[in-house]
């Protein structure tokens, strides 16, 4: 009976003291993360944030340097899906406008998007 009590403390403490170790004292820390490697939800919110600043920078080369970083063989098919995503799921236009006119300037617009190029914000 004393050998499974011995037993039972030990993967206890070794299970509290690694859980320690990993969350407290040594954390996973990322830094200078590629975007392709992002979770797909963070990568609709990297779109979305590569849109918004080229609405606001007017700066397409820049726009499609940080789209490279997310898929350097086809770097607007993933803004392409989004778009399609946003407008089959009926998403707000403010949310797709941006996305479709980083589409537009990039001459990758489909005929769904045309609803979405009406007004161009500042």
Do not use: C, F
């Not at 969350?23 to 963070?42: E, F, G, K, N, R």
């Not at 970083?69 to 607007?76: I, V």
């Not at 941006?98 to 300037?105: F, G, K, R, V």
Request: proline fraction near 8%; charge should be neutral; aromatic fraction near 10%.
């Amino acid at each position: 009976m004393k050998r499974w009590y011995w037993l039972l403390i030990g993967l206890v403490a070794g299970l509290g003291l690694g859980l320690l170790v990993g969350w407290v004292i040594a954390p996973v820390q990322y830094y200078d993360t590629a975007p392709a490697a992002l979770h797909p939800v963070y990568r609709d919110e990297y779109l979305n944030l590569v849109a918004r600043t080229y609405a606001v920078e007017h700066q397409l080369d820049a726009a499609q340097t940080r789209l490279r970083r997310l898929d350097a063989t086809a770097p607007t098919a993933p803004l392409l899906k989004l778009i399609a995503r946003l407008i089959a799921a009926d998403a707000s236009p403010a949310a797709i406008a941006p996305l479709t006119w980083l589409a537009h300037d990039l001459n990758v617009a489909t005929p769904a998007m045309a609803p979405y190029l009406t007004e161009r914000l500042p």
